[in-house]
């Protein structure tokens, strides 16, 4: 099949479609400039490993230089602005409301400055923040210190229980939002077609999503311009990039 018989197929498949689930990945951030994890450990910070900076040892062991790192990683994100893929799955989800459910592996919050609503983030978002640990003044979840009250610091602390704030991300070993998941799971069991944006496919349990997909009967679609390790359980490859490629597949 032609790469534009394929479109032509895959556009027609998202129209018939009455759910479509889509699973973005570092691919789609890179378009706009958005360094990948490994790729922003330049200068000082490229005698670190991912271990020295992503986990929660790593916070509990030297707090500061963690917070640092997330500190100057927001502050580079802090200008970079969606590009045409962001765009086209936004408008896609205002024109046909109830159709899409968004899963992303990305942390910059892109997806949702572009106007998505309901993004169901697998690994948190750069931009929030939250209790390292249970709130030692709370008898329930909801009647913890507020975040916002902390006091300034590298990381800021809770002036009534000294509680640090850490960044709003999953580390290295820590389960994915379960409620996030669930959805997820939920969306790619239940959608007709899954788009798989921008992600190599290596991380687990993320990439399964396309594989419980493909088992629930899903037509598995593959948007990237490089190979990735979920392309032999896709039945559509398409090669390039999301912000060339969504806008055609999603357009009016």
Known sequence: MRADDSLTTVRALLRDARHIAVLTG?????????????????????RFKPEDLATEAAFRRDPGRVWDWYAER?????????NAGHLALADFERRHPGRLTLITQNVDGLHQRAGSSGVLALHGNIFEDRWLDDCALARRPQDACNTEQALPGRPPRC???????????????????????AAAER????????????????VYPAAGLAHQARAAGAQVVIVNPHPSELDDVAHHVLVG????????????
């Open 187 to 202: 969306a790619a069991a239940q959608c007709e077609v899954m788009l798989v944006v921008g992600t190599a496919g290596a």
């Open 26 to 46: 570092a691919g789609i951030s890179a378009e706009s400039g958005v360094p990948t994890f490994r790729d922003a450990q330049t200068g000082y910070w490229a």
């Open 159 to 181: 002036g009534q229980c000294g509680n640090m704030l850490r960044p709003g991300v999953v580390w290295f070993g820590e389960m994915l939002p379960p409620a996030a998941f």
């Open 241 to 252: 990039t999301a912000a060339t490629l969504l806008p055609q597949l999603l357009g009016s």
């Open 74 to 82: 927001r502050a580079k994100l802090q200008d970079v602005q969606p």
